[in-house]
């Protein structure tokens, strides 16, 4: 049971992603050819892009957080509701008042589409009291769709954009709310199931605007069982059939429908979930596109109606957020595809739809439904904690577990979209405004298989698994940027911006996309497989780093300041702490009673990955790398007992530019990972 079942309760708000961009143009990890503009806002004349600098956002702090997000509806465990406070004070109920914040993370420059969210916590509050408060499970957005909003601007990006969250709260403190009855029969779980939808993300190109990096958020929770995936619907998908040039496969891009997940429960009731399915037409409605009803296909061109959709009301995507529940189903609907249809008509009455344009999201012809818990990963090539990591691969037919054999294939075309496009044409999925290194390559570097024994390149046809009788496969993935692998695909570009040697020069390690499917003699970058491979959610994304040999003394001109440097081109968020200096890093005298800053970095990158503090707040350091600074941070001997800055030649004229980096530096990663804290 995950959370489109009962109880529930249904939530909405604002959400606020303040993501820095600089890093955002795989070019600007390049330190020789980085120019300081490069930190300044996108500039316009007019409507047009004429100077992408450091994008729209090169100051973000990484921050993530809800804001004014209320409980206004619920459902209890018979299906019935409520919206009424005096019936239920669990309405108006407030989830993070305080505007806790979390940290919204790319995988990579080069792979955009399924950034995570880190360190977050809901609370659930009522004047002041806390009736649950646990932990947001990591997870990437899920379906991403950039047709969303048809009422913003062709040239709005990233507004006219949404996507879908879903995960668990675990780790809860329950207190529950007196006097509630959802509370009361929610029990008092250790885990919840959420899910929330956002959108509408304000990019006016201004930002002062106090609505700047600020969207529409609708979301629901409810119970979560563990024996069911926490990442989405462990049942049915209907895949839209409509983009702007008429019927065709899903494309992020100019799709006019986007998936919608459904389930049928045990007391065979049809829930569909389409909060993220439809066009936006302002803040307050879905676009009209008519009498719109759940279906099913019965034969060629035949639908049965099962029942309208009341996406036209007034606040039903506020409230209802998105979800419609359908009782009285025809025994067609356990076994056929279902359907979104434009039409005429009373349930169950059968509908000749010969035009496909009237058909707006289908199910799968052989109700095959496959997708992956985790589909995010960051592995290391060295032999350690990072290099190997397990996900479970889930298979449903009518929404009930199958037993399928699954091959894996490598699929570069939607890291692909995240390559050089001219921002002021055509439909956008995303853009650079320089071309950045290849994706996708080697196939060495990365191995995959069913068990850890059984690893395999990707790349090898033959690499499968099979889910068993519930539906479940393991698959293994494990890092192998190293060795041959590594030597023998070196970065083509200027040695100067080789900084880092492997397959992307100057960016660490390589992206790679690996979708399933069920058919051996499909071909790479399918876009057509019951896996549904046009989303990156259903794909594995995974950032593999390059192998890194730790020195056993590391010091700061060989081995720390290089990275330093290219955070500080990427990172401009102000602090105190000047981290390219190297006395102020290691001064060791406290301040007022606070800690010194010696002890300070020692702490921040001392902390697990899922802390909200953790350094670098975009965890795209290796661990490996990451482990030397812990290593030199230690210090053998001490720090404070050593001598290690960056020294000129004698009688030289100093580096005015690597001084003008170093300063950059220590106003930089410093405070993405310890001010933003506090």
Known sequence: MTYLGFPRLHFSGRFQADVPTVNNDPAHFNNTTFKPE?????????????????????????????????????????????????????????????????????????????????????????????????????????????????????????????????????????????????????????????????????????????????????????????????????????????TKDGVGEFNPGTSTFCYAPCIIDQQNNLLVDLANSFQADGDTYFKDVGNLQVAVKTGVDQYKIIGPINYREADWYIKEAGIQTFSDLPQEAFDHQLAVVQADGEPGDTVNLTDLSSVYLLEQETGLFARADKFVFRLSSNNDNDQTAQTTLYAYQWGQPVSQTFYLRPDSYLVKQFVYQDPNEGDKVGFTPTPGPDVATPDCGLMLGGTVSSLQPLGNRDISVTTNTNGQASIYLQGTLEGPCFENNPYPGSPDGDILGGPRGYIDGQVYGVYFTTNYEEEEDSTSDPSGTNSSSNLLNVLVW??????????????????????????????????????????????????????????????????VAYMPVTRDLSTAKRQMIRTWLAGNPPLESRVESIQNPANSTPDFKQIAIAILTGLALFGLGYLFWH
């Open 38 to 242: 490069d930190q300044e806002y996108q500039e316009y004349d007019g409507d047009k892009l004429v100077a992408p600098n450091g994008w729209w956002n090169p100051g973000g702090s990484g921050n993530w957080r809800f804001g004014d997000c209320v409980v206004n509806k619920v459902y209890y465990q018979n299906g019935s509701s409520c919206d009424d406070s005096s019936q239920d004070p669990v309405i108006g109920m407030q989830i993070n008042p305080d505007q806790k914040k979390g940290r919204i993370v790319d995988l990579d420059s080069e792979n955009q589409n399924v950034s995570e969210i880190w360190g977050f916590e809901i609370e659930l509050t009522k004047e002041g009291a806390n009736a649950a408060k646990g932990e947001f499970k990591v997870v990437g957005f899920a379906d991403l769709w950039f047709n969303r909003s048809i009422d913003l601007p062709p040239d709005s990006g990233d507004s006219k954009a949404t996507a879908f969250y879903q995960s668990i709260i675990e780790n809860i403190d329950f207190s529950g709310l007196a006097g509630s009855r959802f509370f009361d029969e929610l029990g008092t779980p250790t885990k919840l199931s959420i899910k929330f939808t956002v959108d509408r993300f304000r990019l006016n190109k201004d930002p002062q605007n106090p609505d700047y990096t600020w969207g529409r958020i609708v979301g629901v929770i409810g119970p979560y069982e563990e024996t069911e995936p926490y990442s989405f619907v462990p049942g049915r998908l209907l895949y839209p059939k409509q």
């Open 546 to 611: 390059n192998k890194y040999d730790i020195p056993a003394q590391p010091n700061w001109v060989d081995d720390v300041q290089t990275i330093f440097q290219q955070y500080a081109n990427l990172y401009p968020v102000m602090s105190f702490l000047n981290l390219a200096d190297y006395n102020s890093v290691t001064n060791d005298v406290s301040n007022n009673g606070s800690k010194s800053n010696l002890d300070k970095m020692r702490d921040v990158f001392g902390l697990e990955p899922d802390h």
